[in-house]
Nanobody, 126 residues
Framework: QVQLVESGGGLVQAGGSLRLSCAAS????????MGWFRQAPGKEREFVAA???????YSADSVKGRFLISRDNAKNTVYLQMNTLKPEDTAVYYC????????????????????WGKGTLVTVSS
């Protein structure tokens, strides 16, 4: 059974940086796409960024140029480097895996994901 565990969330001032990590266990995810999603209070879960098994990346317009997704297959881990954080980035951030052997990161949306972590809270103060 696949387990995804996020870490690295916390409280940060606007303009600051955080790096989220998501460690997978139970199965190697080298051939799966990995993604980050977030859900702010009272809002629906939304796509943040994804990286395919082959390394292609795609991110939401709202985070483009500020957030960077990366993966380390040897460690079965995916990262989200978040820079120039804004109060509107405040949310619970979820890691997900899916899209087996899918090369197109743009297609790694919510419905493509098979496995989900429980989330880590990121709070950005103004």
């Amino acid at each position: 059974q696949v387990q995804l565990v996020e870490s690295g969330g916390g409280l940060v001032q606007a303009g600051g940086s955080l790096r989220l990590s998501c460690a997978a266990s139970g199965r190697t995810l080298s051939y799966y796409g990995m993604g980050w999603f977030r859900q702010a209070p009272g809002k629906e879960r939304e796509f943040v960024a994804a990286v395919s098994w082959s390394g292609s990346q795609y991110s939401a317009d709202s985070v483009k140029g500020r957030f960077l997704i990366s993966r380390d297959n040897a460690k079965n881990t995916v990262y989200l480097q978040m820079n120039t954080l804004k109060p509107e980035d405040t949310a619970v951030y979820y890691c997900a895996a899916g899209g087996l052997l899918n090369n197109d990161a743009r297609s790694l949306g919510y419905h493509a994901m098979n496995y989900w972590g429980k989330g880590t809270l990121v709070t950005v103060s103004s």
